[in-house]
């Protein structure tokens, strides 16, 4: 049963914060979760301790900095510390960070509080660094476009190329015109039946459209060893020697791969990352051996459950998923 009530919530994030403490490995999203729920529950100054804990841990172990320091911005300014979220904000934008998520928060917390023209600007800036012209938009990059639109149309400002790849990009019933129109909330105060069932029918595509983004099932995930693990997971299971054959073949085939499933239209497609201890956990828990290569790809399913996963493709200016340190356009981009 999903949480209804701020007891809900509260008992939910005391349940994410003991499966954290349980997995160190995983804390990152899992206490993000947690402060999520605490702040459904009306305890923010709470969260915003745990987004600052988050945050106070050494610089290398955290995941997603400028997505903690968004979520911490949000909530801040929900409870009358707008001064320092406006900071925090600045903060993220001078950083410019290579991922769409924190830009994300950050714009529609701007947006939230009225602030249109910093909004629109702060979405205009992450889509010039994250979207490459002519390459395919990311998932994650998607949402970007599509809050700018609603923000320029709240603006009133005509539409330019990107709010035209956005409705191209947009897959409910009703058009993004339609559901990002500011003339929406008056027809709601209308006396005309016509009028009120088109309102309910424009009402209930949106929350299609966000339940099944709320929904979605976990990415399907590819896994992935960093060079070192794998040589170490070889060594000490030579049968898997046939699955991955040598680290140039591995990067290659899980590249190919994700381009196939892409290729056949299966959606929300992530990579995951593997370590040997955490496998051999895995497969200690499942009374299983880890020389068992069907095992694999159970592994990679929860790692992604346990939010894992990256999305792919990355943007080709993003850093590519090998972890060579070169963009993904000028690596496995290619």
């Known amino acids: 049963m999903r949480p209804d009530t701020p007891a809900d919530h509260t008992t939910e994030a005391e349940r994410l914060l003991r499966t954290a403490a349980q997995y160190p490995e995983d804390h990152e999203p899992l206490i993000l979760q947690a402060a999520a729920h605490l702040e459904l529950a009306g305890d923010r100054a709470r969260a915003s301790t745990l987004y600052d804990d988050l945050l106070a841990a050494p610089e290398a172990t955290v995941d997603n900095p400028h997505l903690i320091k968004a979520l911490k911005a949000a909530n801040l300014w929900e409870y009358g510390h707008e001064a320092e979220a406006r900071a925090i904000i600045d903060g993220i934008r001078a950083a410019g960070p290579l991922n769409a998520a924190p830009w994300q928060v950050a714009a529609e917390t701007l947006e939230a509080h009225d602030e249109l023209e910093k909004a629109h600007d702060f979405l205009s800036t992450a889509l010039t660094l994250l979207l490459a012209p002519g390459e395919e938009v990311p998932y994650a990059t998607q949402s970007l476009l599509t809050g700018r639109h609603r923000v320029r149309r ?3 400002l005509e539409h330019d190329a ?5 409705g191209e990009l947009h897959t409910a019933a009703v058009p993004l015109d339609e559901l990002h129109d500011p003339k929406r909330l008056w027809s709601l105060g209308s006396s005309d039946p016509v009028e009120l069932k088109a309102e309910i029918t ?8 966000y339940r099944t983004a709320l929904s979605r099932p976990f990415p399907v995930a590819v896994l992935h060893w960093p060079e070192n693990e794998l040589r170490e997971l070889l060594t000490a299971y030579p049968a898997l020697t046939e ?16 381009r196939d499933l892409h290729a056949t239209g299966t959606p929300n497609l992530g990579i995951v990352t593997g370590t040997v201890p955490s496998y051999e956990a895995f497969a200690a828990s499942e009374a299983a051996s880890p020389s068992d290569p069907g095992l694999l790809p159970q592994y990679a399913t929860t790692l992604a459950a346990r939010g894992r996963a990256i999305p792919w493709p990355p943007s080709r200016t993003a850093a590519c998923w090998c972890g060579s340190g070169e963009a993904y356009g000028g690596c496995h981009g290619v």
Request: aromatic letters at 6%; hydrophobic letters at 40%; a negative charge.
């Open 243 to 258: 699955e991955y054959v040598d680290r140039t073949t591995h990067l290659d085939r899980l590249e190919a791969s994700l």
């Open 162 to 166: 990107w709010d035209e790849l956005a």
């Open 154 to 156: 709240l603006m009133g």
């Open 202 to 209: 424009r009402l209930r595509a949106e929350l299609g459209t």
